[in-house]
């Protein structure tokens, strides 16, 4: 018979990032156990609140899934001694199941073994459940957990009780008596609604109705109806103006609430001086407020997503308006007492914050950030800036570090200096610098626009890899303290976007010039730090499915110079014809050659000399010379459509060269004639060669 059964976990109020993925891990998790447990259903659903999680198996039936098996036991001559069973028969006889009768013994090579046929599952699911619920709770895993009473077991917080319900069987405390955690807890008979506004529990007649029984008792359970509904409300209670958007805060009111609603706040208007993301970081990282805006400027009017009673919602507006103030109060006060010193006056102080340990304060930072820039300039940067402003804005783009909004908020640093460098007067493009030179911090964050503001970004991000590695702080396999992976990325990203070409082993090289007064950079310190990079552009590629071996022969082609942009444009070629059946034999073929050469000492790092044309015998020969010619002519890559050009020239060869290599003998006794067929063969791979290392092929 097939029944419902439903499972609820209710407890203390759980930070909501903490609720949130533990319901992911549910989701995750109980389907493989109930997998592992041979349970039969059709169907889960799931939902949970700030105060309780729940998953319901659908027409879930009785018992586990039987399955039969045949199991092998031990060879015949070792069962038995004097014609009665030795321990190793009675072994397997007992972990079969099974009597004597039952053993059937058959020939498997010289030998006999025992073996059993046997069945496994068909239990009652109740005797499995309690079993599965107690290894999917506590294999959640939370950034921290507590012990309470004089339990034996850890949570996010304190477990108020367990709810079990099998059709319109409610489960008992004896139900989980064989469980040694779960049974230290609570099974309630009952289903607590709102903690507020429904505090009598009540019964269910069948658990298809426990999300329309909860909401009857003040309570949306599923967190998608939570989020509708706040949202909706939200953008109805803004008008006239429009919502400041935030989905992450959406995301954290939606998991801090059971039976959402938004009230309307008003902060008094002198506030608005303030900069909007001042007003805004106040409201959203304190308070979980949501503010409002007028043509993109922020209004007094703010949203207050609620949980408590509606009864009292002029009390809930009235205290929620004072704590802003209160919070606003002390944004202004900070502002102002930023703003009595310009920002370019607080430079100097930036000599008493430490950038890392052993590389000076961001003083010597912002110092060594100008001769980096410097740096890159030298390296046929794309955009031409005057070099006073490079200098200004590498002395500004710190400075708000010393300040005390920054102190308050540190994710607004450079946000703060760059409305300040504003409110200063200094120069556009180095406020829009100031702000560009972080970009992007994280995953789906902007990148930087303006050529000052890439500049400083590149800088900055260089910079931190080196003294990263420099320091110690490198990457490992579990750890990156400092972010160079993600920083790196993103360096790799902008340079591609503006299409920077430059040697990356002579950057580097001039990079590390600018550490002799911190420490001493050897050539063993910048090839770590080039394949560290380097080895970022493969993984990015290895996400998008090409051959590992593949990526390494077009970064090993480039040895020496490895311009970034030119690799990306080539891998990216690569990524376009990786299925193409005729590239890949033809790298075959290609392979074949290089092999040849190899065998008979035959380098093609060098420009090829031609072949004597005089001295071909063949059609095929000419075919291939053809060929050849075609690809070095190619072989000058400006963009990514010359390594398309050059790679679709590949792909359509595979006739010429299967036709040379089916009729042409290379190794023939004829000197002058293998000789010139070998050259050939190089004046044919050289252009590859220049493309992908085809040793690192072979």
């Known amino acids: 018979m097939l029944k419902d059964f439903l499972f609820e976990l209710y407890t203390e109020e759980i930070p909501a990032s903490y609720q949130k993925s533990a319901l992911q891990q549910w989701k995750r998790l109980l389907p493989d156990l109930a997998k592992k447990k041979g349970l039969q259903y059709q169907s889960m659903d799931f ?7 729940y998953f319901r198996i659908n027409h879930l039936d009785e018992k586990t899934k039987e399955e039969k098996q045949e199991i092998k036991g031990p060879p015949k001559n070792i069962c038995f001694e004097n014609n009665q069973p030795t321990k190793a028969l009675e072994g397997f006889l007992k972990k079969a199941g099974i009597s004597l009768e039952q053993v059937e013994f058959r020939n498997i090579g010289k030998s006999e073994y025992a073996f059993a046929k046997i069945t496994i599952g068909g239990e009652p699911v109740e005797t499995v459940l309690p079993e599965l619920i107690e290894t999917l709770i506590f294999s959640v895993s939370f950034p921290k957990t507590m012990r309470w009473s004089n339990l034996e077991i850890a949570y996010a917080r304190p477990i108020i009780h367990l709810y079990f319900q099998f059709g319109k069987d409610v489960w008992t405390q004896e139900k989980i008596e064989s469980c040694k955690k779960l049974s230290q807890l609570k099974v309630s008979p009952s289903i607590t609604g709102h903690f507020i506004l429904s505090k009598k529990p009540f019964s269910l007649a069948d658990p298809k109705g426990y999300e329309e029984k909860l909401k009857k008792h003040h309570v949306l359970v599923r967190e998608d109806d939570r989020k509708q509904k706040i949202e909706k409300e939200l953008h109805e209670k803004a008008k006239p103006y429009s919502l400041s958007e935030n989905q992450r805060l959406l995301d954290e ?4 609430t059971e039976n959402p609603s938004v009230l309307v706040g008003i902060f008094p ?24 805006l007028l043509e993109g400027k922020v209004t007094e009017k703010f949203l207050v997503v609620t949980n408590g009673d509606p009864a009292y919602e002029k009390n809930i507006i009235t205290g929620n308006e004072r704590v802003l103030k209160a919070r606003l109060s002390d944004g202004a006060f900070f502002y102002d007492e930023d703003r ?3 920002l370019i006056d607080r430079v100097d102080d930036l000599k008493s914050i430490v950038f890392l340990e052993g590389f000076g304060s961001m003083y010597d930072k912002k110092e060594r950030l100008k001769k980096i820039a410097a740096t890159i300039t030298k390296f046929s940067y794309p955009f031409k800036i005057a070099d006073d402003l490079i200098h200004r804005a590498c002395d500004l783009a710190k400075a708000d570090l010393t300040t005390a909004l920054v102190y308050e908020f540190d994710h607004l640093q450079g946000e703060i200096g760059s409305i300040y460098a504003q409110e200063d007067k200094e120069p556009e493009e180095v406020c829009k610098a100031i702000y560009e030179h972080y970009l992007p911090r994280r995953q789906g964050d902007a990148y930087p626009k303006t050529p000052l503001g890439i500049l400083l970004s590149l800088s900055e ?8 590695f420099l320091s110690g702080n490198k990457p490992t396999s579990s750890q990156d303290p400092l972010a160079l992976r993600r920083q790196t990325l993103y360096w790799i990203d902008i340079i591609i976007e503006i299409q920077w070409q430059f040697a990356l082993q002579d950057f580097l090289e001039g990079v590390a010039t600018r550490y002799h007064n911190v420490t001493q950079v050897s050539s063993k310190d910048i090839i770590e730090i080039r394949d560290f990079i380097l080895g970022r552009l493969q993984t990015v590629f290895e996400k998008q499915g090409i051959d590992k071996k593949l990526i390494a022969a077009g970064i090993a082609s480039e040895e020496g110079k490895w311009k970034l942009t030119s690799l990306w444009q080539k891998l990216s070629a690569l990524n376009d014809f990786k299925k193409d059946d005729r590239f890949q034999r033809i790298l075959a073929s290609f392979k074949r050659m290089a092999g040849i050469l190899k065998e008979h000492k035959i380098s093609v790092a060098q420009k090829m000399e031609k072949p004597d044309s005089n001295l071909f015998e063949t059609q095929e020969e000419k075919l291939l010379m053809e060929l050849a010619e075609k690809l070095q002519e190619k ?46 063969l190089a004046y044919a791979v050289h252009p590859v060669q220049q493309v992908l290392d085809l040793s690192r092929l072979l």
């Open 461 to 468: 991000k260089i910079d931190n890899v080196f003294a990263g």
């Open 253 to 256: 009111v939606t998991w801090l």
């Open 269 to 292: 208007k002198e506030f608005l001086r303030l900069p909007d993301i001042v007003i805004l970081s106040e409201m959203e990282l304190h308070q979980r407020y949501f503010g409002t």
């Open 635 to 680: 072989s000058s890559f400006q963009n990514a459509k010359d390594y398309q050009a050059f790679f679709q020239i590949l792909a359509d060869s595979k006739e010429t060269v299967d036709q040379f290599f089916d009729s042409v003998m290379v190794n023939v006794e004829d000197d002058a004639i293998r000789k010139n067929r070998l050259a050939l």
């Open 340 to 342: 009595k010193k310009p």
């Open 47 to 53: 939902g949970g609140t700030p105060r309780r999680l």
